[in-house]
């Protein structure tokens, strides 16, 4: 197992050790956790509580934060969601859903499952989906080698924040062999409080040895509303499963989002992961992926699009500890207006990891002299047998380019867009769901179309 | 149809068309000769309004208007095409998708209904036939992985859809062997009517062979210092360039 934990951002501004009174307490869970919770998932709050208290707030100067400022967040003074939000009816979800898209929904709102929103009827054979909350009641132990574990430590201290305060999550497990054919979509949908609030749901994503699921996961907001989410998602992959994962967040432009994505992929497995990046104020998403076995293949991919007053950024953490894995890591962002967009991706390829195949890029197009783009691919490499590369680009619409469509009749605005829509093409058709490639590519034209480019 | 006075233009404060006088009517073919670095391209360029050219005085009328005050989509609009020498690829944006906003975009300006998708797609398989390209051109982003050949046959096909008034072809023989140079050459001469005009730029006269134009101007220097029959193509290739401009400069 400690070959998967990882280590945690250490504190730059504790006081002679003294735990201080930290801006995160008030996320903090106020009661001890519910009666019959197994003593491992005590221990495991327990410890992460200690971390936050010691990794305090990162700051412009930590690893990881340079250009992702807190400020914003802090000065929102969110405190978690106390209370379930079941006033929500099931029509209240028409206008948010994918046209078209036949998929097993699980309704997650404010953090919490929600069953009567969600459509379990008739998940195949070998597939449960429940709730984080349920599935512990039943079987304190059922998720003792995943829960916590996949994501260990986590990448900085709003993992331990997660950890310490998780209330309720989904939880999706598929037997050996099992093939679903159907995606299952995860839906996480936020409503606006009275007071700004934090929800900080914890999902547990296993398929066992041969399974196959597609799992597209979105976040979604009613309206305008100011909350935060911080999810946190650990998936263990089996021997030779597949796992596509499509996540797509279009939460609303006042939404604080970080979502920690912790991958422990067995020999053999594959998982495909596309991220979709187009809402929120202020989003930072990371990945971070171990592999437990050799000949595993891990697909990261994404688009993000940020406009004014938006800051989206993703770091990704992939270490090749084992020799014989690939992985590829394929980010391509548009940036508008006085958006801004960090993209941090590091591999790590150990000493053992002969035979690693790593290729990272990272591709932005920025419209407007305000957009900024703060973009890092690293690859350390300490083993000598491996066949790695990484690129990026940052760059403006080609003038060629435009000057041939306006030639052919099509207005400049029109012709912005459709370059633009051709950029970020190779991610929205790579989502290989129709209709969900329709969603995406009609939410990418339509802030497109909105924005001032 | 399109009336050339006195042109001059500047790329990069470097004179480059100095005083260019040209009439094409309706229907006409012109050909524009020159040597390499005589004006041709950016006499097409200007024409279609691409950034980069400043003019310094003349003007250029295309049916009554004045063409160098309005964008390039406009001029498109209003009937004028450029077949580019180099067409560029656009990755990611699907061929199809293209020439129905290209064709629609010109629909609107002219303040007809846009084709949908069933209507288009029929109109597009008439023109396929009479072109005889393959359709597998249309699924692929817009000359991206195109040959040489397909990209110039691709040209003509957007110029058999959008059915210009006025086709400008700079150097489309460019880069063909004499096989794509007969289908490229095929297209285009589908596409000669009486309302067409166009203006065939080239360095060679080989493409004259198999597109016969009405009227060749050697452009030199920035002008056009000689204008006859397709005769003058033939001359010029058997004697070169050389003694016209002997005689211009005499």
């Given at each position: ?9 250490r ?94 929904r ?6 919490s499952?929600?069953p009567?929103?969600?459509?379990l ?33 986590g ?26 054919e159907?995606?299952v ?14 929800a ?7 398929l ?32 030779d ?32 992961g ?17 592999f ?30 084992l ?5 590829r890591?394929n ?12 993209f941090d ?45 990484h690129?990026?680009?940052v ?5 060629e ?11 400049e605005?029109?012709?912005r ?26 939410a990418?034209?339509?802030r ?6 | ?15 480059i ?10 229907g ?23 950034e ?8 250029v ?20 095409f ?13 061929n ?12 609107r300006?002219?303040g ?18 009479v ?21 110039k046959?691709n ?30 050459a ?32 050697v ?10 029959g ?21």
């Amino acid at each position: 197992m400690s070959a998967q934990a990882l280590e945690s951002d250490r504190a730059t501004n504790a006081v002679g050790g003294v735990p201080e009174a930290g801006p995160f307490d008030a996320w903090l869970p106020a009661s001890a956790p519910a009666t019959g919770e197994p003593g491992w998932l005590t221990a495991a709050r327990t410890a992460a509580t200690e971390r936050v208290r010691t990794q305090g707030v990162p700051t412009g100067k930590s690893e990881g934060w340079r250009y992702t400022g807190l400020r914003a967040l802090l000065e929102q003074g969110f405190t978690p969601v106390d209370e379930p939000l079941d006033a929500m009816l099931r029509e209240d979800l028409d206008d948010l859903l994918v046209p078209g898209l036949d998929a097993h929904r699980v309704v997650v709102v404010n953090g919490s499952f929600a069953p009567h929103l969600s459509d379990l009827d008739d998940l195949p054979k070998g597939l449960r989906i429940g709730g984080l909350r349920a599935t512990l009641a039943e079987d304190p132990d059922a998720l003792a080698d995943d829960l916590a574990r996949i994501a260990g430590d986590g990448a900085h201290v709003f993992a331990s924040l997660n950890t310490a305060g998780m209330g309720d999550g989904v939880v999706l497990l598929a037997d050996r062999g099992a093939l679903v054919e159907k995606p299952v979509e995860l839906l996480h949908l936020s409503v606006g409080m009275d007071e700004p609030k934090v929800a900080q749901p914890r999902h547990v994503i296993r398929l066992g040895d041969g399974a196959r699921v597609t799992l597209i996961e979105r976040w979604a907001s009613l309206g305008d509303a100011l909350y935060c989410n911080n999810a946190v998602l650990e998936i263990g992959l089996g021997r030779d499963a597949v796992l596509a994962h499509r996540r797509v967040q279009l939460e609303s432009p006042s939404a604080f989002h970080l979502s920690g994505v912790y991958l422990r992929q067995g020999a053999g497995s594959r998982y495909d992961g596309i991220n979709v990046g187009l809402g929120g104020r202020w989003a930072r998403t990371d990945l971070v992926v171990r592999f437990a076995g050799e000949h595993a293949e891990c697909d990261l991919s994404g688009l993000y699009l940020a406009g004014d007053k938006q800051l989206i950024d993703y770091h990704l953490d992939v270490q090749h500890g084992l020799p014989r894995c690939t992985s590829r890591e394929n980010f391509k962002g548009i940036v508008h207006g006085k958006g801004k967009a960090v993209f941090d991706g590091l591999v790590y390829v150990a000493k053992d990891a002969q035979q690693t195949d790593a290729a990272m890029s990272n591709r932005n197009l920025l419209l407007s002299q305000g957009a900024e783009v703060d973009t890092k691919p690293r690859l350390e490499i300490y083993a000598d047998d491996v066949k790695c590369s990484h690129g990026t680009t940052v760059g403006q619409i080609e003038p060629e380019m435009l000057f041939y469509l306006r030639s052919r009749g099509i207005p400049e605005g029109l012709a912005r867009r459709m370059l633009c829509l051709g950029f970020a093409g190779e991610i929205i058709n790579a989502l290989g769901n129709e209709a969900l490639a329709g969603y995406v590519s009609e939410a990418v034209g339509g802030r497109l179309q909105a924005a001032p480019l | 149809m399109l009336s050339v006075k006195g042109l001059k233009a500047t790329v990069d404060d470097k004179e480059i068309l100095k005083g260019l006088d040209l009439e094409v009517g309706a229907g006409e073919v012109h050909a524009i000769m020159g040597p390499n670095g005589s004006g041709k391209s950016t006499l097409a360029h200007v024409l279609s309004g691409r950034e980069g050219y400043t003019v310094t005085a003349g003007s250029v009328t295309f049916e009554g208007r004045d063409l160098l005050e309005l964008d390039p989509e406009e001029r498109a609009c209003l009937g004028l095409f450029l077949a580019f020498q180099y067409p560029v690829e656009l990755p990611g944006v699907n061929n199809t998708y293209f020439l129905k906003a290209a064709l629609n975009a010109k629909r609107r300006y002219h303040g007809e209904e846009e084709l949908d998708a069933v209507s288009f797609l029929r109109l597009m398989k008439e023109k396929l036939k009479v072109l005889h390209l393959d359709d597998s051109l249309l699924k692929r982003p817009v000359n991206v992985g195109f040959s040489g050949g397909e990209k110039k046959r691709n040209e003509i096909f957007q110029m058999a859809l959008l059915e210009p008034k006025l086709a400008i072809l700079d150097e489309t023989d460019s880069g063909l062997d004499i096989d794509a140079l007969r289908v490229v050459a095929d297209g285009v001469n589908s596409l000669r009517s009486p309302e067409r005009s166009m203006l065939v730029v080239t360095h060679y006269q080989r493409l004259l062979d198999y597109i016969e134009p009405d009227y060749v101007h050697v452009l030199a220097r920035g002008r056009i210092i000689r204008s006859g029959g397709k005769e003058l193509a033939l001359e010029l290739e058997q004697k070169g360039y050389g003694w016209i401009l002997d005689e211009a400069a005499a």
